[in-house]
């Protein structure tokens, strides 16, 4: 974006005065001539930074006319929407006057989004945030999403939007753990958690990309970084979106929704000690 006249111009004064060579210029009258080089230099430069703009606008204009948007697009688009506030017309842009960034990221309510081509048509996935847990939105968030995205995807493409809730997770879980770390319910002997195994399988599933893969593989990896853990087993796994029932993970699961939920009453932990 363009700086002002009086930006160039402070600089234009700026470096005179570092220079020594100049010295001998101590008029302070606006009207002394070299002031007023100096104004019209900075009168150029200001114009100069204009047209940049201009030429940049128009770039991205043909851009945006003549060019069809990759799905990374349409991802950055849905992170880019903002609850209430309308786009400046016949653009996919926002008006920014007035608002701190604080204030914008209030109103970015879409924390992840994710989108695919399934039979010609994009299905596009989103989820707000509550509490640092991924939540779906509501309809009325939802209806606005929809509307923000119809006004600014590409002539003739066909998508499906979509916030659901969670696929639930299921998991039995033998821990053999270290009885120098460990108690026989999972707790830390130095007191420093109750619940360090369960704390550390959902931060495994929320560090997941947002509809990406769940592998079991993975998650066994993930407990033997936890202290006080010698050998995690995964005895088994299933998952289910809406009200699908139960279906055995083998190995890999792409949560339907985009992430995974795991309940107390989903999560069976078996703690041996090891060794014995």
């Known amino acids: 974006m363009a700086r002002t006249i009086d930006y160039w111009y402070s600089q234009i004064i700026a470096q005179k005065e570092a220079t020594s060579e100049l010295d001998v210029l101590t008029s302070t009258s606006k009207v002394a001539i070299w002031r007023l080089f100096a104004y019209v230099v900075a009168v150029v430069i200001w114009s100069l930074d204009k047209l940049f703009d201009i030429h940049k606008a128009e770039i991205d204009d043909l851009i945006s006319l003549e060019k069809a948007h990759r799905l990374q697009w349409y991802r950055q688009k849905a992170l880019a929407f903002r609850l209430g506030q309308d786009l400046i017309d016949e653009t996919d842009q926002y008006d920014n006057t007035g608002l701190t960034d604080a ?36 309809e009325g968030q939802l209806l606005a999403f929809t509307d923000y995205m119809e006004r600014i995807k590409d002539a003739g493409e066909r998508i499906k939007y979509e916030s659901l809730p969670p696929d639930d997770l299921k998991l039995n879980v033998d821990i053999f753990y270290n009885p120098l770390v460990l108690k026989s319910d999972g707790s830390r002997i130095d007191g420093a958690s109750t619940t360090p195994i369960p704390d550390a399988i959902r931060a495994h599933l929320k560090n997941l990309r947002f509809s ?43 949560p339907d929704a985009g992430y995974l939920e795991l309940t107390d009453i989903n999560l069976t932990i078996n703690y041996r000690e090891y060794g014995v």
Do not use: C, M, W
């Open 212 to 254: 990406g893969e769940y592998a079991n593989s993975r998650l066994h990896t993930a407990l033997t970084l936890v202290d006080g853990v010698v050998l995690p087993v995964v005895k088994s796994a299933q998952a289910k979106y809406g009200l699908f029932p139960f279906t055995t993970i083998d190995e890999r699961y792409i």
């Open 103 to 138: 204030d914008i990221e209030a109103l970015q309510i879409i924390k992840q989004a994710a989108v695919n081509e399934i039979k010609g048509q994009l299905r596009l996935k989103v989820v707000s945030e509550s509490g640092g847990e991924y939540q779906q939105l509501d």
